[in-house]
Every structure is written in structure tokens, then in C-alpha cells.
């Protein structure tokens, strides 16, 4: 058995979530709640003080955390997460440093490289962001150019990740990657972390939800098996 690196944020009561304007036109900060349903202490009677258990209970948005996209988060007729097979969620990985981008200076495909064998790979891309988790920096981030998706696209990518909040520039309102990567079936998964401990390839890298009928998105325990 190799090596597991946990790539994946805390799922935690009142975690920092993206900010959308829901139905009635306010801005919403999404969020996480984790809570007791059942504290051990109010089974204990009911097995006569034998034993005792606790029921937690959680709510959220299936956009927080660190989480996967399926294409019908973007495409009404596509498949949704429970569509997904489990094969198509692991894959080989490759990390890309992509630490050269800012806000202001996106990513290019000559930062990913034009000789990078990226097919049928999931191509995870280190910004190195998540260094601003929780923070009010990690709302204004780094993204992909649209040559970038391309050659993304171009190379074979199976599956593309970002240590950011979004895969697409928050200005950009046609949201190209979300549309092109999903439209072709190359899943996204955002909020990563720790993609530093990872070598470059060579390891397997695991996002696979539960199997949720009707969801577009989901959390998942993201990571990778090295050798």
C-alpha cells in the first residue's frame, strides 16, 4: 500500500463558503452546519445506561468545501453526481505549478507546459491559494486563461482541479471553464489543498462523493496515493 495525502479542506461548522445572490436578490454567504441531533447523553436512558450513541446532523450547500462538479451543475440535461461512475474519479494525477499566476496575471498554457502528457489525467493546478483559506484574500484569486482551458482541453485533461475558490475569473460572466471543461465531461473540482506535498506525477488522485441523485455538486474527502 503507497502513501495518502489528504488534499481536502475541514468540512466544519460555520466553514467559509463562496457568496452567491440568491432567488430574492440578497447576498448569501453559504456555509456549513454541523450539529448534534442526538447528544450521547440523551440516548443514555434509553439503553438503560448501557450504552449511548450520538446522531449528528448536517446541512449545506453541496458548493462548499472542498467538492467536485459534475456537468449538471452548468448543463440542465447532463449528468448529475450520482451519474457518475466511480472509475471516471480516479484517475492519474499530475500537479502544475501554477504559482507564477495572480489575480491580475492568469495562467497560460506556456505555464502548464506544452509537452505535458495530460491525457486521460486529472490535472490538478497549484496555485498555492489556499495558504489564504478563511481569509478575505482568497476571494480575489488566480484562474485560467482561455488558452489555458484549450490546451487543457487539447492535451486530453479528464479532470482539471484548482486550490482556489473558482476555476473561472468571478468577472467573466460566460464562465469558460465551467462550459467547456463540463461540456466534455472533464470534471472540476475547486477549494483543494496542500497540492506542495505532491510530486509532480506519478501518483493517483481520488474525488469521489456520495452518490447523490439530483445533486450538480458535492463535497469529497479529495486525495492522493503516491507509490
Avoid at 463562496?18 to 430574492?24: A, L, W
Avoid at 500537479?95 to 505535458?116: K, N, Q, S, Y
Amino acid at each position: 500500500m503507497g502513501r495518502f495525502v489528504d488534499l481536502s479542506h475541514v468540512f466544519e461548522d460555520g466553514m467559509p463558503g463562496i457568496r452567491v445572490t440568491g432567488p430574492d436578490g440578497s447576498k448569501i454567504a453559504l456555509t456549513a452546519r454541523v450539529r448534534p441531533f442526538m447528544t450521547h447523553a440523551q440516548t443514555r436512558a434509553d439503553f438503560g445506561g448501557r450504552a449511548e450513541f450520538g446522531l449528528t446532523e448536517i446541512s449545506f450547500h453541496t458548493s462548499i468545501g472542498t467538492y467536485l462538479d459534475s456537468p449538471h451543475v452548468r448543463w440542465p440535461d447532463r449528468r448529475d453526481i450520482g451519474a457518475l461512475a466511480i472509475e471516471e474519479l480516479v484517475l492519474p494525477g499530475i500537479v502544475v505549478d501554477l504559482t507564477m499566476a495572480t489575480p491580475a496575471r492568469p495562467a497560460e498554457p506556456e505555464d502548464i507546459g506544452p509537452g505535458a502528457d495530460l491525457s486521460g489525467k486529472a490535472v490538478l493546478c497549484r496555485f498555492g491559494w489556499d495558504r489564504y483559506w478563511g481569509q478575505e484574500a482568497y476571494e480575489r484569486y488566480p484562474f485560467l486563461s482561455r488558452g489555458a482551458l484549450r490546451h487543457l482541453i487539447d492535451r486530453g485533461a479528464r479532470l482539471v482541479g484548482v486550490d482556489t475558490i473558482n476555476i473561472d475569473d468571478g468577472r467573466d460572466l460566460e464562465r469558460p471553464a465551467h462550459s467547456w471543461l463540463l461540456e466534455r465531461d472533464i470534471f472540476i473540482v475547486e477549494n483543494l489543498c496542500n497540492l506542495s506535498a505532491l510530486p509532480p506525477d506519478g501518483f493517483r488522485f481520488f474525488a469521489v462523493p456520495i452518490r447523490a441523485r439530483g445533486a450538480v455538486s458535492m463535497p469529497i474527502r479529495a486525495f492522493a496515493e503516491l507509490p
